[in-house]
Nanobody, 115 residues
Framework: QVQLVESGGGLVLAGGSLRLSCAVS????????MGWYRQAPGKQREWLAT???????GYADSVKGRFTISRDNAKNTVYLQMNSLKPEDTAVYYC?????????WGQGTQVTVSS
């Protein structure tokens, strides 16, 4: 059984910062890609960023230059540092990890950016 526990969401003023964490536990041999997504009310889930096991990263245009994804392989944890937050960043944020045979999602954490 694999579990993902997200933390770090909350309410922040526009221009502020938050750091999300997603810790993976359970029967894990190797974590391949780790990523972050978000879903705003009435919208489809949106991919934000991915980091490979080797540390290569990719970002959606909407967050490039503002968000930074990183991972700590020793802790099986992925992070999303979010800077210069905007009201349109308000959403539920989800982490996703790709193991050898399956992918798993976190439960989601709410991020609200107030103007």
């Amino acid at each position: 059984q694999v579990q993902l526990v997200e933390s770090g969401g909350g309410l922040v003023l526009a221009g502020g910062s938050l750091r999300l964490s997603c810790a993976v536990s359970g029967s894990i041999l190797r974590i391949n890609n780790m990523g972050w997504y978000r879903q705003a009310p009435g919208k489809q889930r949106e991919w934000l960023a991915t980091i490979t096991n080797g540390g290569s990263t990719g970002y959606a245009d909407s967050v490039k230059g503002r968000f930074t994804i990183s991972r700590d392989n020793a802790k099986n944890t992925v992070y999303l540092q979010m800077n210069s937050l905007k009201p349109e960043d308000t959403a539920v944020y989800y982490c996703k990890v790709d193991l050898q045979l399956s992918s798993y999602w976190g439960q989601g954490t709410q991020v609200t950016v107030s103007s």
